[in-house]
């Protein structure tokens, strides 16, 4: 993606609510997770698991339509707010989304 296709600072607080009210983290406001922290760290990040992981994954589907069919490539969207939020924003526009990760692995 280019720097004028990156998410919106309205669409990551739009995920961090979501991904809270999901998983019911009632003690976590939005404005302490950093959008950049992965969410699997207990320490920088909310320190989810795979089971929460789905249920992200679920309520992305149900309120943007997404979908998260390759599993190797959903464990580079799960990452964090940056990584989910650029997702659904390349899937608003239309465009694939490849996380540069993913082209890395390919290459290899």
Partial sequence: ???????????KQEIKLLILETLKF???TPEEVENNALLFDEEEGLG???VDA????AALQRKYGVRIDDQNIGRFII?????????VHTQQLGI???PPEADQVAEE
């Fill in 1 to 11: 993606m280019t720097v004028n296709e990156t998410a919106s600072p309205e669409l």
């Fill in 54 to 57: 789905l249920e992200i994954v």
């Fill in 79 to 87: 990452r964090s707010v940056d990584t989910i939020s650029d997702f």
């Fill in 48 to 50: 989810i698991d795979s």
């Fill in 96 to 98: 694939p989304y490849v």
């Fill in 26 to 28: 009632d003690d976590v």
